[in-house]
Nanobody
């Protein structure tokens, strides 16, 4: 069974940090690009970061670049999103998705990745 299971969400004050994890199973992890997306209340889902297993490149949306870092532990089939300098506007449900549409290379962050996790909630407030 294909699974992407996110964890690590929670409540944090502005300026704080969190690390999200995404555990993948049921597919060949190395053949996929893995992305992090988020959806805030009343807004559309936004692609914020992607890691290409094919070439190791990492991509970030402008809204998170310089504050968020995506990384991978291939031995554990796990992707991480380390989030620093969190802002109230970062409050959202965060999702881990995977795609092999370009053989392990990240497509546009606007692309609808075909494998999708269930999400973990991040709340940034005083």
């Amino acid at each position: 069974e294909v699974q992407l299971v996110e964890s690590g969400g929670g409540s944090v004050q502005p300026g704080g940090s969190l690390r999200l994890s995404c555990a993948a199973s049921g597919f060949n992890f190395d053949d996929y690009a893995i992305g992090w997306f988020r959806q805030a209340p009343g807004k559309e889902r936004e692609g914020i970061s992607c890691l290409s297993h094919k070439d190791g490149n990492r991509y970030y949306a402008a809204s998170v670049e310089g504050r968020f870092t995506i990384s991978s532990d291939d031995a554990k089939n796990t992707i991480y999103l380390h989030m620093d300098s969190l802002k109230p506007e970062d409050t959202a449900v965060y999702y881990c998705h995977a795609t092999a549409i370009i053989g392990g290379i990240c497509p546009s962050l606007q692309y609808r990745f075909e494998l999708r996790g269930q999400g973990t909630l991040v709340t940034v407030s005083e």
